[in-house]
Structures are given as C-alpha cells and as structure tokens.
C-alpha cells in the first residue's frame, strides 16, 4: 500500500515556475514507478512525466519535454516536478501515482494522490 500526497502548487505567471512535490508512506515506494498526470477543467486526464524506481527512465509528454523535470529521492520517499516556462495551457490539477511497473497509462497506476491545483496566469 502506498499513500501520496502532493504539494507546491499555485498561481504563477506565464514563464515562471513551481515545483511539485509527492511525498509517499510505505515501505515499498522506492520499487513503484512514480508518475505525474494532470487533469484541465472539461478535458481528460493526461500523462505529464513518469520515472523508474531506480531513475533509469524518464519519459515525458511532448507538451512538456524541455520544460518539465521529473526527479525521485528515494531516501526521502518523494517525488518532484520542476516546472518551468509555464504556460496558461498547463492550467490543471496534477496528480501524482505509483505502479509497480513502468508506464505512462494511467490506467495501470494503482496508488493516486489528491491533486493539487495549477494555475498559471496570461
């Protein structure tokens, strides 16, 4: 069993930046694949950034790629987003998950977050 909790984020402006963060309880966090996915008002949830247990593999969406930075520290059992050169496209609220296999379909993540709100001002 895995608990998440994400933080960080906010209102910022075009071009700024926030990073989220995913703090997880259980023993097993540092063998699930830890995934970031986000969800805008009227649309479906979306992939964002996923990393391996071991920080192996990365994968991002294409709407992000350059942007976004994944990373995982798992002597702290946490997980971050830095996002930069934010766009009011990246509105949404985002969602941290685990899997115990590598992916970026949200379906096959079992543990999930509560979200938190992004906003980001034109």
């Known amino acids: 069993q895995v608990q998440l909790v994400e933080s960080g984020g906010g209102l910022v402006q075009a071009g700024g930046s926030l990073r989220l963060s995913c703090a997880a309880s259980?023993?097993?966090?540092?063998?699930?694949?830890m995934g970031w996915f986000r969800q805008a008002p009227g649309k479906e949830r979306e992939f964002v950034a996923a990393?391996?247990?071991?920080?192996?593999?990365?994968s991002y969406a294409n709407s992000v790629m350059g942007r976004f930075t994944n990373s995982r520290d798992n002597a702290k059992n946490t997980v971050y987003l830095q996002m930069n050169s934010l766009k009011p496209e990246d509105t949404a609220v985002y969602y941290c998950a685990a899997s115990t296999i590598y992916s970026t379909d949200g379906a096959r993540y079992a543990y999930w977050g509560q979200g938190t709100q992004v906003t980001v001002s034109s």
């Open positions: 259980g023993r097993t966090f540092s063998r699930h694949t």
């Open positions: 990393i391996s247990w071991n920080d192996a593999t990365t």
